[in-house]
Protein backbone atom coordinates (compact mmCIF):
# COMPACT_ATOMS: atom_id res chain seq x y z
CA UNK A 1 0.00 0.00 0.00
CA UNK A 2 1.36 3.50 -0.91
CA UNK A 3 -0.22 6.59 0.85
CA UNK A 4 0.00 9.82 -0.03
CA UNK A 5 -1.31 12.77 3.23
CA UNK A 6 -1.49 16.55 2.23
CA UNK A 7 -3.86 19.11 3.11
CA UNK A 8 -1.33 20.56 5.72
CA UNK A 9 -0.44 24.40 6.69
CA UNK A 10 -0.38 26.74 8.62
CA UNK A 11 -3.80 27.85 10.74
CA UNK A 12 -4.07 30.21 13.67
CA UNK A 13 -6.35 28.30 16.89
CA UNK A 14 -9.55 27.91 16.69
CA UNK A 15 -9.78 27.69 12.71
CA UNK A 16 -10.09 24.10 10.61
CA UNK A 17 -7.81 21.95 8.13
CA UNK A 18 -8.43 18.77 6.37
CA UNK A 19 -6.12 16.58 5.74
CA UNK A 20 -6.35 14.20 3.20
CA UNK A 21 -4.58 10.90 2.11
CA UNK A 22 -4.59 8.88 -0.49
CA UNK A 23 -3.95 5.13 -1.00
CA UNK A 24 -2.76 3.26 -3.83
CA UNK A 25 -1.71 -0.64 -4.46
CA UNK A 26 -3.41 -3.76 -2.64
CA UNK A 27 -7.26 -4.10 -1.31
CA UNK A 28 -8.06 -2.42 1.81
CA UNK A 29 -9.94 -5.29 2.92
CA UNK A 30 -10.12 -5.52 6.78
CA UNK A 31 -7.79 -2.55 7.06
CA UNK A 32 -7.80 0.16 9.06
CA UNK A 33 -6.95 3.61 8.46
CA UNK A 34 -4.92 5.96 11.29
CA UNK A 35 -3.71 9.40 11.66
CA UNK A 36 -1.06 9.89 13.91
CA UNK A 37 1.19 12.82 14.49
CA UNK A 38 4.57 13.57 15.86
CA UNK A 39 5.42 17.39 17.51
CA UNK A 40 9.14 18.00 17.44
CA UNK A 41 11.22 16.36 20.40
CA UNK A 42 8.22 14.23 21.32
CA UNK A 43 7.15 10.62 20.51
CA UNK A 44 4.56 9.66 17.65
CA UNK A 45 1.41 9.88 19.04
CA UNK A 46 -2.22 8.02 17.59
CA UNK A 47 -4.77 10.56 17.08
CA UNK A 48 -7.58 8.45 15.05
CA UNK A 49 -8.41 5.75 13.09
CA UNK A 50 -11.28 3.93 10.86
CA UNK A 51 -12.21 0.58 9.53
CA UNK A 52 -11.65 0.88 5.40
CA UNK A 53 -14.71 -1.41 5.25
CA UNK A 54 -17.14 -0.85 8.23
CA UNK A 55 -16.28 2.61 9.25
CA UNK A 56 -15.76 2.30 12.69
CA UNK A 57 -14.03 4.81 13.81
CA UNK A 58 -11.50 5.56 17.10
CA UNK A 59 -10.19 8.84 18.69
CA UNK A 60 -7.47 9.42 21.00
CA UNK A 61 -9.03 11.45 23.65
CA UNK A 62 -7.03 14.88 23.31
CA UNK A 63 -9.06 15.28 20.00
CA UNK A 64 -12.13 13.76 20.57
CA UNK A 65 -15.05 15.81 19.46
CA UNK A 66 -12.77 18.48 17.54
CA UNK A 67 -11.63 15.87 15.01
CA UNK A 68 -13.27 13.42 12.47
CA UNK A 69 -11.67 10.81 10.61
CA UNK A 70 -13.99 9.38 7.42
CA UNK A 71 -13.51 7.76 4.43
CA UNK A 72 -14.61 7.71 0.74
CA UNK A 73 -13.77 4.18 -0.22
CA UNK A 74 -14.34 4.95 -4.07
CA UNK A 75 -11.74 7.24 -3.88
CA UNK A 76 -9.59 5.33 -1.71
CA UNK A 77 -9.08 8.22 0.01
CA UNK A 78 -9.36 8.82 4.18
CA UNK A 79 -9.62 12.00 5.73
CA UNK A 80 -9.16 14.12 8.96
CA UNK A 81 -11.41 16.97 9.41
CA UNK A 82 -9.69 18.83 12.04
CA UNK A 83 -11.74 21.80 13.82
CA UNK A 84 -10.86 24.26 16.92
CA UNK A 85 -7.49 23.80 16.48
CA UNK A 86 -5.09 24.42 19.26
CA UNK A 87 -1.37 25.37 19.58
CA UNK A 88 -0.67 22.00 21.24
CA UNK A 89 -2.07 20.18 17.95
CA UNK A 90 0.69 21.59 16.22
CA UNK A 91 2.65 18.43 14.03
CA UNK A 92 3.74 16.11 11.68
CA UNK A 93 0.46 14.37 10.81
CA UNK A 94 1.15 10.86 9.05
CA UNK A 95 -1.51 8.38 7.81
CA UNK A 96 -1.01 4.70 7.68
CA UNK A 97 -2.55 1.43 7.09
CA UNK A 98 -2.48 -2.49 9.08
CA UNK A 99 -4.16 -4.96 10.43
CA UNK A 100 -4.90 -3.52 13.54
CA UNK A 101 -3.88 -7.03 14.89
CA UNK A 102 -2.31 -5.05 17.89
CA UNK A 103 -5.05 -2.33 18.49
CA UNK A 104 -6.29 0.30 16.66
CA UNK A 105 -4.12 3.04 18.51
CA UNK A 106 -0.57 0.35 18.36
CA UNK A 107 2.13 2.05 15.77
CA UNK A 108 2.93 -1.55 15.16
CA UNK A 109 -0.42 -2.32 13.99
CA UNK A 110 0.18 -0.28 10.94
CA UNK A 111 2.46 -2.05 8.22
CA UNK A 112 2.02 1.18 5.66
CA UNK A 113 2.62 4.82 6.05
CA UNK A 114 2.84 7.99 4.38
CA UNK A 115 4.99 10.73 4.50
CA UNK A 116 4.34 13.41 6.97
CA UNK A 117 2.13 16.64 6.38
CA UNK A 118 3.00 19.47 8.62
CA UNK A 119 0.29 21.47 10.39
CA UNK A 120 1.37 24.37 12.44
CA UNK A 121 -1.47 26.37 14.78
CA UNK A 122 -0.54 29.95 15.85
CA UNK A 123 -1.51 31.03 18.75
Known amino acids: VQLQASGGGLVQAGGSLRLSCVAS????????MGWFRQAPGKEREFVAA????????YYADSVKGRFTISRDTAKNTVYLQMNSLKPEDTAVYYCAAGSGGSGWSAIPSYDSWGQGTLVTVSS
Open 50 to 57: IYYIGGTT
Open 25 to 32: GRTFSGRI
